[in-house]
């Protein structure tokens, strides 16, 4: 509950008594100053206002857990508070205020005040109390009827706090000015000067603008021409059974890769069938583009290409191992499949 305070910004006058206040047993409790934690703060900055007093032995204390806001100031944080032993088991009592303010000047800070009564047993509240040490207990405020129960009230006016804007403004309604052109560049800029600045910075630019254009013809000029595509002067079918051959060739059957082989055999084929019928594309599965096959007439000329595709589809799934020996053998089913389709058509 303890927190240091930095500056004392008023106190009593030299020579002055500090203040005090009687209670019903008529022992003095000394009021002996309030600090704050900076003379003067920014709009919205946090700081401290700390009261201190010397409370006797045997009494019981009351203080607010927030001040009133008012004068544009408001408590940050509920109280806090400290306690350390002083001279005749008195104790001398530190009372924490957290401030905000939210207006600018020399603001009054608001008043607050100490409730005291004496220590004695049997008395309402006695449960909620919390120790100070040498018998001095601080009550939770409670702000209905806070007199009540016997208490003292010794009201304080702690005095004032300078505020000032965030921004270095004298009068912050006049907003910005823009600073006129001889507080930037001086005094002694004369026309001249400034057509030579603006000729040379008009020069600069030119110069960008032809070296940028100059590299940009240069990177056009080393980039590669794209060449026109190649159109194939074979037919359809030629071009699947020449990518079938170049298939066999790569020996992909015999060093391992069966998967691979059999996909890239069996894409030639559907490929060259979807350039016979747009609609035998590949979203169809391989049983959707044997039924359509069949259903087109072709139930004879679909049924070998249908084993081929089943058995592609087991190695694609690993639920089959064909040797090499069985894999020549699909492939020159495929190859024979195209050849032989359309039935009659030699000019596939």
């Known amino acids: 509950m303890t927190r240091s305070i930095a500056l004392l910004v008023f106190a009593l006058l030299p020579g002055q008594e500090p203040p005090s206040f009687d209670d019903a047993s008529g022992d003095r409790v000394r009021l002996l100053g309030a600090t704050l934690s900076s003379r003067s703060v920014e709009l919205g900055q946090p700081f401290e206002l700390s009261i201190m007093a010397n409370v006797p032995s045997g009494h019981i204390v009351r203080f607010p857990d927030t001040l009133v806001v008012e004068n544009g100031i408001e408590s940050a944080a509920p109280v806090q508070w400290r306690a350390r032993p002083a001279v005749e088991d008195s104790v001398e009592l530190t009372i ?7 207006a600018v000047g020399t603001l009054t800070l608001p008043d607050a005040e100490i409730l005291l009564r ?11 109390l919390e120790s100070a040490g040498s ?3 601080i009550e939770p405020w409670r702000s209905a009827d806070p007199t009540s129960g016997g208490f003292t009230r010794r009201p304080i006016s702690p005095g004032t706090i300078e505020v000032e804007m965030v921004l270095p403004l004298s009068r ?3 907003g910005f000015r823009p600073r006129p052109p001889a507080d930037v560049m001086g005094p002694n800029w004369g026309r ?11 020069g600069l630019v030119i110069g960008v603008s032809l070296a940028v254009g100059r590299m940009v013809r240069r990177v056009r000029d080393r980039a590669p021409r794209r060449s026109e595509p190649v159109v194939s002067s074979l037919s359809p079918r030629h071009r699947a059974l020449s990518e079938l051959d170049g298939i066999l060739d790569s020996g992909l059957h015999t060093s391992g890769k069966m998967d ?3 996909a890239r055999s069996t894409l030639a084929a559907r490929r060259y069938i979807e350039t016979l019928d747009r609609a035998c594309g590949p979203w169809l599965t391989d049983r959707e583009l044997v039924g359509r096959l069949s259903a087109a007439g072709a139930n004879g000329a ?9 058995r592609a589809e087991g190695v ?8 090499p020996a069985t894999a020549v053998a699909d492939l020159a089913v495929l190859r024979d499949w195209v050849s032989g389709y359309p039935p009659g058509d030699a000019s596939a």
Do not use: C, K, M, N
């Not at 694609?316 to 040797?323: E, I, K, L, M, Q």
């Open 192 to 202: 001249s000067v400034l057509a030579l600045i603006s000729l040379s910075g008009f």
């Open 316 to 323: 694609r799934f690993g639920t089959r191992r064909p040797d």
């Open 96 to 102: 924490v205020y957290p401030l905000r303010a939210f």
């Open 260 to 262: 691979v082989f059999y």
């Open 172 to 174: 912050p309604e006049e």
């Open 118 to 128: 004496p220590h004695t047993g049997g008395q309402t509240g006695e449960g909620e």
């Open 135 to 137: 018998d001095v207990w």
């Open 302 to 310: 679909a049924e070998p290409l249908g084993r081929v595709l089943r």
